[in-house]
């Protein structure tokens, strides 16, 4: 499994405007077709969806099976999105802990910009903090310090901090990529934490069962778990996906 670029302990690209959702999907592509993988089972999650599925779409051919959890794959026009970049961002000290007061009020396409804008603009923004807004378990003090361990200073933090904002910028190829999904056969399989309140609704787990052909008759779950269903369920997610895995060999 790859780290995506800007997480994780390898090197990073310093500068936020490196970090866009086309140069995401570049990358990985990069990675799969250097390495010429194929019978590929993806696992995909939050930004994993959004960048696996895209590979997906765009290469079926190379994916025997794809597994999505609290997963989204937004198709939208150029300039549709409901989500906005500042194009100078530039630190907002009265930018205090998040959730700010209120979150859970507003709309969830406001609950997202404001998250865009916190993790972009808040001066003491800390990695495990992504973690911990969306799961339902309380991290300890020293698995919060493992989250940030990568990320010894601000600056090597452009990566995780532009990663919500990707969402500005969807591009066309995208509804390419859709259209292809809804031909995929292969086994498609959804587990979805039900408490995330973001992409946890059946309505959105359902959008990718009712298009991919390949989820039909698949043992689809919903669990007692948050966005990060692999922080919370690790060992019963583990056990669905190697069980999908053995129930479903390669064609």
Avoid at 16 to 35: C, D, P, S
Avoid at 88 to 98: E, G, T, Y
Avoid at 109 to 123: E, G, H, M, T, V
Avoid at 160 to 188: D, Q, V, Y
Wanted: charged share 20%; glycine share 6%; hydrophobic share 40%.
């Amino acid at each position: 499994a790859i780290d995506l670029i800007g997480l994780g302990r390898p090197d990073k690209p310093i500068a936020l405007e490196a970090y866009t959702y086309a140069q995401h999907v570049e990358w990985v592509r990069e990675f799969i077709v250097g390495k010429d993988l194929k019978d590929i089972t993806l696992f995909c999650q939050d930004w994993g969806s959004l960048i696996g599925l895209r590979m997906a779409g765009d290469m079926p051919e190379r994916f025997a099976r794809i597994v999505a959890a609290n997963a989204t794959f937004p198709v939208s026009p150029t300039g549709a999105t409901p989500y906005k970049r500042n194009p100078s961002p530039a630190i907002d000290c009265s930018l205090a802990d998040f959730p700010p007061a209120g979150w859970e009020k507003l709309t969830q396409i406001a609950r997202f910009q404001s998250w865009i804008d916190y993790c972009l603009l808040a001066p003491n923004f800390r990695p495990h903090q992504v973690i911990e807004v969306a799961t339902e378990a309380t991290l300890s003090p020293d698995e919060a310090r493992a989250y940030d361990a990568p990320y010894p200073s601000f600056i090597y933090k452009a990566g995780i901090r532009s990663f919500p904002a990707c969402a500005s910028a969807i591009p066309l190829e995208n509804i390419k990529a859709w259209e292809a999904l809804g031909k995929f056969e292969n086994p498609f399989l959804t587990l979805w934490g039900a408490k995330d309140q973001i992409l946890g609704s059946e309505l959105m787990q359902n959008t990718l069962v009712n298009r991919v052909p390949g989820a039909k008759g698949q043992p689809h779950e919903r669990f007692e778990a948050n966005h990060f269903i692999q922080e919370d369920i690790g060992e019963i997610l583990a056990a669905r996906v190697n069980k999908f895995i053995a129930d479903n060999p390669a064609r």
